[in-house]
Protein backbone atom coordinates (compact mmCIF):
# COMPACT_ATOMS: atom_id res chain seq x y z
CA UNK A 1 0.00 0.00 0.00
CA UNK A 2 3.44 2.52 0.34
CA UNK A 3 1.59 3.95 3.26
CA UNK A 4 -1.16 5.59 2.05
CA UNK A 5 -4.15 5.86 4.36
CA UNK A 6 -7.60 4.07 4.34
CA UNK A 7 -9.40 7.32 3.86
CA UNK A 8 -6.60 8.54 1.13
CA UNK A 9 -7.72 5.67 -0.80
CA UNK A 10 -11.39 5.56 -0.14
CA UNK A 11 -11.47 9.09 -1.35
CA UNK A 12 -9.47 8.19 -4.50
CA UNK A 13 -11.60 5.40 -5.64
CA UNK A 14 -15.34 6.93 -4.28
CA UNK A 15 -15.42 3.38 -2.24
CA UNK A 16 -16.23 3.30 1.65
CA UNK A 17 -13.68 2.89 4.32
CA UNK A 18 -14.86 -0.11 5.40
CA UNK A 19 -15.02 -1.40 2.29
CA UNK A 20 -11.40 -0.87 1.45
CA UNK A 21 -10.13 -1.66 4.66
CA UNK A 22 -12.42 -5.47 3.74
CA UNK A 23 -10.44 -5.17 0.36
CA UNK A 24 -6.54 -4.29 2.15
CA UNK A 25 -7.28 -6.98 4.45
CA UNK A 26 -8.22 -9.77 2.13
CA UNK A 27 -11.63 -9.88 4.43
CA UNK A 28 -14.80 -11.45 2.77
CA UNK A 29 -17.29 -9.16 1.44
CA UNK A 30 -15.30 -6.94 -1.39
CA UNK A 31 -16.57 -7.37 -5.04
CA UNK A 32 -13.98 -7.84 -7.97
CA UNK A 33 -14.94 -4.57 -8.57
CA UNK A 34 -14.14 -3.07 -5.43
CA UNK A 35 -11.00 -4.71 -5.48
CA UNK A 36 -9.78 -3.22 -8.88
CA UNK A 37 -11.24 0.24 -7.83
CA UNK A 38 -8.77 0.16 -4.65
CA UNK A 39 -5.70 -1.43 -7.27
CA UNK A 40 -6.07 1.54 -9.58
CA UNK A 41 -6.60 3.97 -6.70
CA UNK A 42 -3.30 2.48 -5.03
CA UNK A 43 -1.55 2.77 -8.43
CA UNK A 44 -2.87 6.46 -9.42
CA UNK A 45 -1.35 7.81 -5.58
CA UNK A 46 1.44 6.24 -6.17
CA UNK A 47 2.27 7.82 -9.54
CA UNK A 48 0.75 11.10 -8.18
CA UNK A 49 3.18 10.75 -5.18
CA UNK A 50 5.16 13.44 -6.05
CA UNK A 51 2.39 15.99 -6.47
CA UNK A 52 1.30 14.63 -2.74
CA UNK A 53 2.94 17.27 -0.54
CA UNK A 54 1.75 19.53 2.34
CA UNK A 55 0.38 22.84 1.00
CA UNK A 56 -1.81 25.39 2.19
CA UNK A 57 -4.69 23.60 0.26
CA UNK A 58 -5.74 19.45 -1.14
CA UNK A 59 -8.03 19.46 -4.08
CA UNK A 60 -9.35 16.06 -6.04
CA UNK A 61 -10.03 16.72 -9.71
CA UNK A 62 -11.72 13.68 -11.45
CA UNK A 63 -10.90 12.90 -14.94
CA UNK A 64 -13.75 12.12 -17.09
CA UNK A 65 -13.06 10.59 -20.50
CA UNK A 66 -14.34 8.30 -23.35
CA UNK A 67 -11.55 8.03 -25.89
CA UNK A 68 -9.07 4.58 -26.95
CA UNK A 69 -6.64 3.78 -24.43
CA UNK A 70 -3.93 4.88 -26.71
CA UNK A 71 -5.24 8.51 -26.56
CA UNK A 72 -6.09 8.72 -22.36
CA UNK A 73 -3.00 7.28 -21.84
CA UNK A 74 -1.32 10.33 -23.56
CA UNK A 75 -3.75 12.65 -21.40
CA UNK A 76 -3.69 11.07 -18.20
CA UNK A 77 0.49 11.31 -18.57
CA UNK A 78 0.32 15.15 -19.95
CA UNK A 79 -2.20 15.91 -16.29
CA UNK A 80 -0.04 14.06 -14.08
CA UNK A 81 3.20 15.56 -15.30
CA UNK A 82 1.61 19.22 -14.46
CA UNK A 83 0.42 17.79 -10.87
CA UNK A 84 4.27 17.52 -9.90
CA UNK A 85 4.91 20.97 -8.64
CA UNK A 86 1.71 22.62 -8.97
CA UNK A 87 1.39 25.01 -6.70
CA UNK A 88 0.01 27.16 -4.23
CA UNK A 89 -2.51 24.01 -3.87
CA UNK A 90 -1.31 20.08 -3.92
CA UNK A 91 -3.87 18.61 -6.57
CA UNK A 92 -4.45 15.01 -6.79
CA UNK A 93 -6.56 13.55 -10.01
CA UNK A 94 -9.12 10.52 -10.05
CA UNK A 95 -9.37 9.00 -13.57
CA UNK A 96 -13.31 7.43 -15.14
CA UNK A 97 -11.93 6.21 -18.15
CA UNK A 98 -13.77 4.31 -20.89
CA UNK A 99 -13.20 3.81 -24.73
CA UNK A 100 -16.52 3.67 -25.47
CA UNK A 101 -20.20 3.84 -24.21
CA UNK A 102 -23.45 5.84 -24.11
CA UNK A 103 -24.29 9.40 -23.19
CA UNK A 104 -26.31 7.96 -20.44
CA UNK A 105 -22.83 6.01 -19.25
CA UNK A 106 -21.45 9.50 -19.34
CA UNK A 107 -24.12 11.41 -17.47
CA UNK A 108 -24.27 8.58 -14.72
CA UNK A 109 -20.90 8.80 -13.57
CA UNK A 110 -21.11 12.72 -13.35
CA UNK A 111 -23.81 11.82 -11.23
CA UNK A 112 -21.81 9.73 -8.79
CA UNK A 113 -19.29 12.69 -8.54
CA UNK A 114 -22.27 15.11 -8.04
CA UNK A 115 -23.20 12.79 -4.86
CA UNK A 116 -20.29 12.72 -3.77
CA UNK A 117 -19.81 16.70 -2.73
CA UNK A 118 -17.59 17.86 -1.50
CA UNK A 119 -14.80 14.83 -2.18
CA UNK A 120 -14.51 16.95 -6.20
CA UNK A 121 -13.16 20.00 -5.87
CA UNK A 122 -13.69 19.78 -10.07
CA UNK A 123 -14.05 17.86 -12.93
CA UNK A 124 -11.89 17.61 -16.40
CA UNK A 125 -14.14 16.29 -19.09
CA UNK A 126 -13.90 14.69 -22.61
CA UNK A 127 -16.89 13.55 -23.15
CA UNK A 128 -19.59 13.57 -25.91
CA UNK A 129 -21.46 16.35 -27.05
CA UNK A 130 -25.11 16.39 -25.72
CA UNK A 131 -28.16 18.04 -23.94
CA UNK A 132 -28.26 15.14 -21.08
CA UNK A 133 -24.09 15.98 -20.52
CA UNK A 134 -24.60 19.88 -20.43
CA UNK A 135 -27.83 18.92 -17.90
CA UNK A 136 -25.17 16.85 -16.05
CA UNK A 137 -22.43 19.32 -15.70
CA UNK A 138 -25.12 22.54 -14.51
CA UNK A 139 -25.83 19.92 -12.18
CA UNK A 140 -22.28 19.77 -11.03
CA UNK A 141 -22.21 23.04 -11.12
CA UNK A 142 -24.86 23.61 -8.41
CA UNK A 143 -22.98 22.14 -6.26
CA UNK A 144 -20.26 23.89 -6.71
CA UNK A 145 -17.96 21.52 -8.67
CA UNK A 146 -16.69 23.13 -11.72
CA UNK A 147 -15.82 21.66 -14.95
CA UNK A 148 -13.48 21.91 -17.55
CA UNK A 149 -14.12 20.61 -20.94
CA UNK A 150 -10.65 19.35 -21.81
CA UNK A 151 -9.78 18.98 -25.98
CA UNK A 152 -13.78 18.61 -26.81
CA UNK A 153 -16.18 20.96 -26.33
CA UNK A 154 -19.99 20.52 -24.59
CA UNK A 155 -22.07 23.09 -26.27
CA UNK A 156 -24.36 25.60 -24.12
CA UNK A 157 -22.57 23.85 -20.74
CA UNK A 158 -22.35 25.72 -17.78
CA UNK A 159 -18.55 24.60 -17.94
CA UNK A 160 -16.46 27.16 -17.00
CA UNK A 161 -13.48 26.94 -19.40
CA UNK A 162 -12.29 24.78 -22.30
CA UNK A 163 -8.75 23.68 -22.64
CA UNK A 164 -8.09 22.53 -26.29
CA UNK A 165 -7.01 22.90 -29.95
CA UNK A 166 -8.33 25.24 -32.20
CA UNK A 167 -10.34 22.63 -34.38
CA UNK A 168 -11.31 24.41 -37.19
CA UNK A 169 -7.85 25.60 -37.62
CA UNK A 170 -6.78 22.26 -37.84
CA UNK A 171 -9.82 21.17 -40.37
CA UNK A 172 -9.09 23.88 -43.16
CA UNK A 173 -5.14 22.75 -41.92
CA UNK A 174 -5.79 19.54 -43.49
CA UNK A 175 -7.74 20.88 -46.58
CA UNK A 176 -4.83 23.00 -47.29
CA UNK A 177 -1.96 20.05 -46.88
CA UNK A 178 -4.41 17.06 -48.66
CA UNK A 179 -5.14 19.43 -51.75
CA UNK A 180 -1.44 20.90 -51.63
CA UNK A 181 0.17 17.74 -51.40
CA UNK A 182 -2.37 15.24 -53.24
CA UNK A 183 -1.23 17.27 -56.20
CA UNK A 184 -4.96 16.88 -58.38
CA UNK A 185 -8.04 18.88 -58.49
CA UNK A 186 -10.38 16.04 -59.15
CA UNK A 187 -10.94 12.79 -56.65
CA UNK A 188 -12.24 11.98 -53.16
CA UNK A 189 -10.92 12.54 -49.58
CA UNK A 190 -11.75 10.05 -47.22
CA UNK A 191 -12.89 11.58 -43.62
CA UNK A 192 -12.38 9.53 -40.52
CA UNK A 193 -13.79 9.91 -37.50
CA UNK A 194 -14.35 8.41 -34.41
CA UNK A 195 -17.62 9.32 -33.15
CA UNK A 196 -19.94 12.08 -34.86
CA UNK A 197 -21.27 13.41 -31.09
CA UNK A 198 -17.53 14.83 -30.45
CA UNK A 199 -17.86 18.71 -31.16
CA UNK A 200 -13.86 19.10 -31.77
CA UNK A 201 -14.13 16.28 -34.53
CA UNK A 202 -17.70 17.18 -35.78
CA UNK A 203 -15.48 20.99 -36.10
CA UNK A 204 -12.61 19.64 -37.71
CA UNK A 205 -14.78 18.07 -40.39
CA UNK A 206 -16.73 20.34 -41.02
CA UNK A 207 -13.74 23.07 -41.26
CA UNK A 208 -12.42 20.44 -43.68
CA UNK A 209 -15.04 19.90 -46.07
CA UNK A 210 -16.09 23.43 -46.57
CA UNK A 211 -12.00 24.73 -46.69
CA UNK A 212 -11.69 21.76 -49.50
CA UNK A 213 -14.84 23.20 -51.68
CA UNK A 214 -13.12 26.70 -51.67
CA UNK A 215 -10.04 25.42 -52.68
CA UNK A 216 -10.29 22.47 -54.62
CA UNK A 217 -14.06 21.69 -55.38
CA UNK A 218 -13.48 18.91 -57.84
CA UNK A 219 -12.33 16.61 -54.82
CA UNK A 220 -15.38 14.88 -52.81
CA UNK A 221 -15.20 13.71 -49.63
CA UNK A 222 -16.50 9.81 -48.08
CA UNK A 223 -16.86 10.22 -44.66
CA UNK A 224 -16.91 7.24 -41.92
CA UNK A 225 -17.83 7.67 -38.57
CA UNK A 226 -19.05 6.10 -35.12
CA UNK A 227 -16.42 3.51 -34.45
CA UNK A 228 -15.27 5.31 -31.00
CA UNK A 229 -11.38 5.45 -32.64
CA UNK A 230 -11.13 1.79 -32.11
CA UNK A 231 -9.20 -0.53 -34.68
CA UNK A 232 -11.35 -3.08 -35.29
CA UNK A 233 -14.15 -1.13 -35.65
CA UNK A 234 -12.28 1.70 -37.57
CA UNK A 235 -11.51 -1.00 -39.66
CA UNK A 236 -14.89 -2.32 -40.51
CA UNK A 237 -16.49 0.74 -41.75
CA UNK A 238 -13.34 2.01 -43.64
CA UNK A 239 -13.80 -1.51 -45.08
CA UNK A 240 -16.94 -1.11 -45.90
CA UNK A 241 -16.69 2.31 -47.73
CA UNK A 242 -14.21 1.28 -50.04
CA UNK A 243 -14.03 -0.09 -52.71
CA UNK A 244 -11.07 -2.60 -54.37
CA UNK A 245 -8.92 -0.13 -56.07
CA UNK A 246 -10.29 3.28 -54.86
CA UNK A 247 -8.76 6.05 -56.30
CA UNK A 248 -8.16 8.20 -53.03
CA UNK A 249 -6.13 11.53 -53.29
CA UNK A 250 -6.05 11.63 -49.37
CA UNK A 251 -7.13 10.94 -45.80
CA UNK A 252 -7.27 13.03 -43.30
CA UNK A 253 -7.89 11.19 -40.24
CA UNK A 254 -9.52 12.99 -37.45
CA UNK A 255 -10.44 10.73 -34.79
CA UNK A 256 -7.77 7.75 -34.98
CA UNK A 257 -6.86 4.07 -35.11
CA UNK A 258 -4.45 4.97 -38.32
CA UNK A 259 -3.16 1.60 -38.62
CA UNK A 260 -6.31 0.15 -38.66
CA UNK A 261 -7.32 2.62 -41.20
CA UNK A 262 -4.03 1.83 -43.33
CA UNK A 263 -4.31 -1.82 -42.96
CA UNK A 264 -8.03 -1.47 -44.73
CA UNK A 265 -6.12 0.66 -47.24
CA UNK A 266 -3.55 -2.25 -48.48
CA UNK A 267 -5.84 -4.79 -48.40
CA UNK A 268 -8.24 -3.18 -50.49
CA UNK A 269 -5.47 -1.76 -53.00
CA UNK A 270 -6.02 1.57 -52.12
CA UNK A 271 -2.93 4.40 -52.05
CA UNK A 272 -3.86 7.59 -51.11
CA UNK A 273 -1.22 10.39 -52.29
CA UNK A 274 -1.31 12.27 -48.95
CA UNK A 275 -2.46 11.26 -44.97
CA UNK A 276 -2.92 13.29 -42.83
CA UNK A 277 -3.62 11.97 -38.80
CA UNK A 278 -3.94 14.04 -35.47
CA UNK A 279 -2.08 13.72 -32.18
CA UNK A 280 1.54 12.77 -31.51
CA UNK A 281 1.11 9.37 -29.70
CA UNK A 282 3.13 6.48 -29.50
CA UNK A 283 1.09 5.02 -32.86
CA UNK A 284 1.19 8.17 -34.68
CA UNK A 285 5.18 8.43 -33.90
CA UNK A 286 6.18 5.20 -35.57
CA UNK A 287 4.00 5.70 -38.47
CA UNK A 288 5.89 9.14 -39.18
CA UNK A 289 9.60 7.89 -38.77
CA UNK A 290 8.62 5.01 -41.12
CA UNK A 291 7.41 7.24 -43.50
CA UNK A 292 3.69 5.36 -43.73
CA UNK A 293 1.68 8.45 -42.75
CA UNK A 294 3.19 12.02 -44.09
CA UNK A 295 1.94 14.33 -41.67
CA UNK A 296 0.15 15.29 -38.02
CA UNK A 297 -1.20 17.61 -36.91
CA UNK A 298 -0.26 17.94 -33.26
CA UNK A 299 -1.19 20.26 -30.38
CA UNK A 300 0.63 20.02 -26.95
CA UNK A 301 -1.45 18.28 -24.36
CA UNK A 302 0.73 19.34 -21.95
CA UNK A 303 -0.45 22.66 -22.68
CA UNK A 304 -3.78 22.00 -22.37
CA UNK A 305 -3.40 20.26 -18.92
CA UNK A 306 -2.34 23.11 -17.75
CA UNK A 307 -4.68 25.43 -18.66
CA UNK A 308 -7.69 23.10 -17.24
CA UNK A 309 -5.65 22.99 -13.96
CA UNK A 310 -4.98 26.92 -14.01
CA UNK A 311 -8.67 27.46 -14.66
CA UNK A 312 -9.70 24.94 -11.94
CA UNK A 313 -7.65 26.81 -9.51
CA UNK A 314 -8.75 30.18 -10.65
CA UNK A 315 -12.15 29.04 -9.71
CA UNK A 316 -11.02 28.61 -6.55
CA UNK A 317 -9.25 31.25 -6.05
CA UNK A 318 -5.92 30.12 -5.51
CA UNK A 319 -4.74 31.32 -8.83
CA UNK A 320 -4.95 34.95 -10.08
CA UNK A 321 -7.28 35.76 -12.72
CA UNK A 322 -10.93 34.18 -13.77
CA UNK A 323 -11.21 31.02 -15.46
CA UNK A 324 -10.46 31.50 -19.73
CA UNK A 325 -10.97 29.16 -22.54
CA UNK A 326 -7.35 28.77 -24.37
CA UNK A 327 -7.75 27.01 -27.07
CA UNK A 328 -3.73 25.71 -28.57
CA UNK A 329 -2.18 26.02 -31.56
CA UNK A 330 -2.11 23.28 -33.88
CA UNK A 331 1.03 22.51 -35.58
CA UNK A 332 2.41 20.51 -38.84
CA UNK A 333 4.90 17.52 -37.85
CA UNK A 334 6.60 15.35 -40.14
CA UNK A 335 8.96 13.07 -39.35
CA UNK A 336 11.91 15.50 -39.53
CA UNK A 337 10.32 17.88 -36.74
CA UNK A 338 8.83 15.71 -34.40
CA UNK A 339 9.37 18.21 -31.01
CA UNK A 340 12.11 17.57 -29.12
CA UNK A 341 10.88 16.38 -25.84
CA UNK A 342 9.44 13.24 -27.80
CA UNK A 343 12.61 12.59 -29.58
CA UNK A 344 14.24 13.04 -26.05
CA UNK A 345 11.77 10.19 -24.60
CA UNK A 346 12.34 7.57 -27.13
CA UNK A 347 9.18 7.77 -28.52
CA UNK A 348 10.42 8.77 -32.11
Given at each position: MRGHRIADIAEQSGLSAATVDRVLHGRPGASPRAVRAVEQAIAELDRQAGALRLAARSLVLDVVMQAPTRFSGEVRDALEAQLTGLRPAAVRARFHLRESGT????????????????????????VPDDPA??????????????????????????????????????????????????????????????????VGERTRAEAFVDQLARDAPGLS????????????????????????????????????????ILASLRAKGVAPSV???????????????TGEIGVVL???????????????????????????????????????????????????
Open positions: VEDVVSTLEGIGRRGRTSHGVLLKVAGAIAALAGRGIPAVTLVTDVSGSARIAYAGPDHESAGRTAAHLIHRWGGREAGAVLVTLSRSSFVRRVSDADGLDAATADVVTAELGTGDDLVGVYSVGGANRAFVGHDLDPDNLELLRHHDLHEDARSALRAVLQHHGLAPGAPTSMASGVHVVTRYNVPARMRRSGRA
